[in-house]
């Protein structure tokens, strides 16, 4: 394996900022209270926590008593999509969500069903842009929730999440929103885009891991998951990871501070990678491309390598020294097709054939070029190794597909 690593898994998880790690340890060091004790350590730890909790929660525009953390995004979807289901279950039982949810939100509205929920699953277009229409036409008198995903973490794609969220707030019924890969690259505000309930972590932007939050709008009662203490408004009990929190305030702090430098950066670094990788034959960009573009994530890059798996792409770029994702991402260790990939039309062996780039703050040019050189170089030995011969054992289905095995 080459010394000289190159991640590009940053939708997976990120390096933590220096800045952001120092500022933790001095936490670790001297606030270690309980936040909910009466004495003097606790009260300062009740301090920090307050002044955590009002920092982040300005930066989706919200007030601090709006916010509770948890312990990140899977858990701020179960008790989003839980907490909801069961409040308001004498209200009605149909959930809608999309079908390129996180499996957080997915399996959790899934499972609902067995309790005697309803759920609908809208579909997106070849990009992962969710049918709108058909979204508004969905809704019923008993729908109680919708869940769609603000940007997706496989192929990049950023919602229409004001349209959706006025849609929702029209017909009366709460809106939740997974925003665990947008937070720190894109610029929420609750209010604007009438979001009900948020989910946001730290480790996607360069904080540590283990630390998530909700937005709850105020005047929405959830119930809890757990029982124990009146921590996190009682909603969600257990002493909270006081430095982890401090950490989630700081890389906040420097994700927004330094906003517009870092995203004219990374997508500078995304779409060099994107162009360089478009140059290797029989394979196609998944996700937002050409004008929709600007409603792609600004570190993600999604390629479907034709007639190769992407396990053997992972693995030859994890021996160079790359990491990367596959094409089934959270699911990388299965060999479950992504649902994502399936839900814009992919077939099975074209998402087993997909890599993720998830590029950050840290990337550079070097490492772009030096990617593309060895994904190039990789794709061209598992092709020599195969018996197939795409010009010669593929075709066209019609004159605007692109080649595939013939029938």
Not at 179 to 188: E, L, R, T, V, Y
Not at 343 to 360: D, N, P, V
């Amino acid at each position: 394996m080459s010394d000289e690593l190159i991640y590009l898994d940053n939708g997976d998880t990120t390096k933590i900022d220096d800045e952001v790690l120092e500022y933790m340890l001095e936490f670790y060091k001297t606030s270690y209270g309980n936040p909910a004790s009466l004495h003097q350590l606790g009260i300062d730890a009740d301090e920090n926590l307050s002044e955590a909790r009002q920092k982040v929660s300005s930066f989706i525009n919200c007030n601090g008593d709006d916010l509770i953390f948890t312990s990140g995004a899977t858990e701020s979807n179960n008790l989003a999509i839980n907490g909801v289901a069961n409040f308001y279950k004498d209200k009605g039982k149909h959930i809608i969500i999309s079908t390129i949810e996180h499996s957080s939100v997915r399996e959790v509205a899934r499972r609902l069903i067995k309790s005697g929920y309803e759920l609908t699953e809208i579909g997106v277009d070849s990009e992962g842009f969710l049918d709108i229409d058909l979204l508004e036409k969905s809704i019923r008198p008993d729908t109680i929730l919708v869940s769609i995903i603000y940007a997706n973490y496989e192929i990049g794609t950023i919602q229409q999440i004001e349209n959706i969220g006025k849609i929702c707030r029209d017909k009366g019924v709460f809106f939740h929103s997974d925003a665990a890969q947008a937070f720190g690259k894109i610029k929420i505000d609750v209010i604007k885009e009438n979001i009900d309930l948020l989910t946001f972590n730290a480790h996607k932007m360069h904080g540590p891991k283990g630390v998530g939050a909700l937005y709850i709008r105020k005047g929405i009662s959830l119930s809890k998951m757990f029982e124990g203490g009146a921590h996190e408004r009682g909603i969600r009990p257990g002493t909270e990871n006081l430095p982890a929190i401090m950490g989630f305030a700081k890389a906040a702090e420097i994700a927004y501070r330094d906003f517009d430098k870092i995203d004219s950066y990374v997508c500078g670094l995304r779409d060099l990678l994107a162009t360089k990788l478009s140059e290797i034959d029989h394979i196609f960009y998944n996700g937002p491309k050409g004008e929709h573009l600007v409603n792609r994530l600004s570190n993600n890059v999604d390629f479907t390598f034709q007639f190769i798996e992407g396990e053997a792409i992972m693995l030859h770029l994890t021996l160079r020294g790359i990491c990367v994702s596959s094409g089934s991402a959270c699911s990388s260790k299965t060999l479950e097709p992504s649902h994502v990939l399936t839900a814009i039309g992919l077939k099975h062996e074209q998402a087993h054939g997909s890599i993720r780039f998830t590029l950050s703050k840290y990337t550079t040019e070097d490492d772009v070029l030096r990617t593309a050189k060895n994904v190039k170089e990789v794709v061209e030995i598992l092709r020599n190794m195969s018996s197939f011969n795409p010009e010669v054992h593929s075709e066209l289905n019609n004159e605007n597909a692109v080649t595939f095995y013939k029938r």
